[in-house]
C-alpha cells in the first residue's frame, strides 16, 4: 500500500510539474533578438534577450538574463568584487521593444528554424530558469552574461545538432579588441577598463569566446546551422529589423585621455628643464607622481589579488603604477630626502624599461594613452636618477 501511495503521488507531482507550462501552439516563433549599443558605458556593448511569441495562447514574452534587483544591498561593492548575480525576467515584448525603441537603439530579430518539440523544450528551460530559486547567476562580463546565455541556453535544448560556423571572423580579435570595439566613445572608460584589466586578455578569443558580444551573437546565429536527419538547415529562417539605428555607432569626438596626458607630459618637461638650469628639485611635483602612480597601483592590485574577476589578474600596468609608492611620496616630499629613495627611484626607471619590452612583445596591450604617462615618468625618473633627491 505504501508503495502505491508512494508511486501515485510521483505520477501526481510529475503530471503537476509538467501541467505548469502551457504547451505552445503550432504558431508559436523563438527568437534570438539583438539591442545595439546605447549613450551610456553600460550600454556601450548592445545586449540581447530571447523572445516567445505565440498568437494562439496571447503569449509575446521576452526572457532577458540581463536583469538585477537593484542598486541597493551593496550593489557597487559586489560588482567591484565580481560576486555580482544577474537574473533572468520575463517581460512583456511591445514593452521591451518600446524601451528601446526610446532609447533610439537598433533591434534585430532572428526568428530560429526549430520543430514543435524543440521549440517547447526551449519554453520549458526558459520558464524553469525563469523560477524565483533558478532565476540568480553570478555575472562574469567575458563568460557568463545576457548574451552568453542566448548561446548557451539554445545549446544545451539542441546539442551536438545545433552548429555555429566561423565564416563571419575572419581576422584574430583578443579580448580588449573586443571591448575596444565598443568603448571607442568612451575615451576615458576605455582607458580605465585598460589600465583595470590584465595580460590574460591579451590573447585571442575563440569563435565561442566572441560571443559574450551580443552582436557576436547576432553574427554566429546568422552562420549556424542545425541538422536533422543528416541535412543542416540554417539555424536562422528569418531576419527582421525591427528598429533602425546608427546612432550610438559613429564616433564622436572628445577631450581624451591622449590629449591630457600629453599636456602633463609637456608641463613635467617644463618643471624637470627649470630645475636642470637652476639646480632646484620640485619636491611637490615628485610627491604628486609617487602619490597619484601608487594609488593607482594600490587600486589595480586590489581588482589582481581582492576579486573574483578572472580578467582583472596578471596585470602589468603595476609596473608603472607600483603601489608602494603611495609610501615613499611622503619621503620624496623632504628637502632631504633619505639616501635610499634614489636608488628607489633607479628602480621605478628599470620597471619603466621592463614594461616597454612587455608592450613591445605582447606580453600585454596597454592604452595607447598610457605612452605620454610612461614618457612623463621616464623623464622625471632620469632626472632624479641623476640629480638625486637632496
Request: with cysteine; aromatic share 16%.
Amino acid at each position: 500500500m505504501k508503495r502505491f501511495v508512494l508511486f501515485f503521488s510521483l505520477l501526481l507531482f510529475v503530471f503537476s510539474a509538467k501541467a505548469q507550462f502551457p504547451g505552445l501552439s503550432g504558431q508559436a516563433e523563438i527568437s534570438i533578438i539583438t539591442i545595439g549599443p546605447g549613450e551610456n558605458l553600460y550600454d556601450s556593448f548592445g545586449h540581447g534577450a530571447i523572445r516567445v511569441q505565440d498568437p494562439y495562447l496571447s503569449i509575446d514574452r521576452v526572457y532577458n538574463y540581463g536583469t538585477f534587483d537593484s542598486f541597493e544591498d551593496g550593489f557597487y561593492l559586489k560588482f567591484a568584487q565580481g560576486k555580482l548575480n544577474y537574473k533572468l525576467s520575463i517581460q512583456d515584448f511591445n514593452r521591451f521593444l518600446g524601451n528601446y525603441q526610446a532609447q533610439n537603439r537598433w533591434i534585430t530579430e532572428q526568428v530560429l528554424s526549430l520543430t514543435q518539440a524543440e521549440k517547447q523544450e526551449i519554453f520549458e528551460f526558459l520558464e524553469n530558469n525563469a523560477i524565483p530559486e533558478n532565476s540568480y547567476y553570478l555575472y562574469d562580463f567575458f563568460y557568463d552574461n545576457c548574451a552568453t546565455k542566448l548561446r548557451d541556453v539554445v545549446g544545451d535544448v539542441l546539442g551536438d545538432k545545433l552548429t555555429f560556423n566561423n565564416s563571419h571572423l575572419t581576422e584574430e580579435k583578443t579580448f580588449r579588441d573586443l571591448i575596444q570595439e565598443n568603448t571607442f566613445n568612451f575615451p576615458w572608460w576605455d582607458f580605465g577598463i585598460d589600465l583595470a584589466l590584465g595580460a590574460v586578455i591579451d590573447v585571442n578569443a575563440t569563435a565561442a569566446e566572441h560571443m559574450f558580444l551580443p552582436d557576436y551573437v547576432m553574427q554566429a546565429y546568422a552562420n549556424a546551422t542545425i541538422t536533422r536527419d543528416g541535412e543542416e538547415v540554417p539555424a536562422v529562417k528569418a531576419t527582421n529589423k525591427l528598429f533602425e539605428s546608427d546612432y550610438y555607432e559613429t564616433h564622436r569626438e572628445t577631450i581624451s585621455p591622449w590629449m591630457i596626458f600629453s599636456i602633463l607630459l609637456l608641463v613635467v618637461v617644463v618643471f624637470t628643464y627649470k630645475d636642470t638650469l637652476q639646480n632646484t628639485r620640485a619636491r611637490y611635483l615628485d610627491f604628486t607622481i609617487l602619490f597619484l602612480t601608487g594609488l593607482v597601483g594600490v587600486v589595480v592590485a586590489l581588482l589582481w589579488f581582492a576579486t573574483d574577476h578572472t580578467a582583472t589578474a596578471k596585470n602589468l600596468n603595476l609596473l608603472w603604477a607600483f603601489a608602494p609608492n603611495l609610501i615613499v611620496a611622503f619621503y620624496v616630499v623632504k628637502k632631504n630626502a633619505p639616501v635610499w629613495t634614489r636608488g628607489y627611484v633607479r628602480f621605478l626607471f628599470i620597471l619603466l624599461i621592463g614594461m616597454t619590452f612587455i608592450w613591445v612583445f605582447q606580453l600585454q596591450v596597454f592604452s595607447i594613452a598610457l605612452l605620454p604617462i610612461m614618457l612623463l615618468l621616464a623623464v622625471r625618473y632620469a632626472f632624479l636618477w641623476v640629480k638625486g633627491l637632496a
